[in-house]
């Protein structure tokens, strides 16, 4: 998840290729990879990679794409059985990805 903040926050977006996005992408899946509170995150992802894997992607679908994903992560941190610290995490994680989609 750090690699993910500081890649979002620290570059703009036109220096971020889509590789990178697939790297932190295919971390990103194993990480909820199984887990039932994460499934609309996980099917998000897959189609985010999907749409990075193009030789055109489309931004406007990957802005969108961003923004589901940004606001069901901010959902899974203020589930009650998400501690403290994680879920300031989420919230933080939910944050960067809405700013990232909006400059794209």
Same mark, same amino acid.
């Given at each position: 998840?750090?690699?993910?903040?500081?890649?979002?926050?620290?570059?703009?977006?036109?220096?971020?290729?889509?590789?990178?996005?697939?790297?932190?992408?295919?971390?990103?899946?194993?990480? +909820?990879?199984? =887990?039932?509170?994460?499934? $609309?995150? *996980?099917?998000?992802?897959?189609?985010? &990679?999907?749409?990075? !894997? @193009?030789?055109?992607?489309?931004?406007?679908?990957?802005?969108?794409?961003?923004?589901?994903?940004?606001?069901?992560?901010?959902?899974?941190?203020?589930?009650?059985? +998400?501690?403290? =610290?994680?879920?300031?995490? $989420?919230? *933080?994680?939910?944050?960067?990805?809405? &700013?990232?989609?909006? !400059? @794209?």
């Amino acid at each position: 998840m750090i690699r993910t903040l500081d890649l979002i926050e620290g570059s703009e977006t036109s220096e971020v290729a889509p590789q990178d996005g697939i790297f932190l992408v295919d971390n990103w899946i194993k990480v +909820v990879e199984g =887990n039932n509170i994460a499934t $609309l995150v *996980e099917q998000r992802l897959r189609e985010l &990679k999907g749409q990075l !894997q @193009l030789a055109n992607p489309d931004p406007e679908r990957i802005r969108g794409i961003l923004l589901d994903l940004a606001d069901h992560t901010a959902q899974i941190g203020q589930s009650r059985n +998400v501690d403290e =610290n994680t879920a300031t995490e $989420l919230e *933080e994680l939910a944050t960067a990805i809405r &700013k990232f989609a909006v !400059q @794209l």
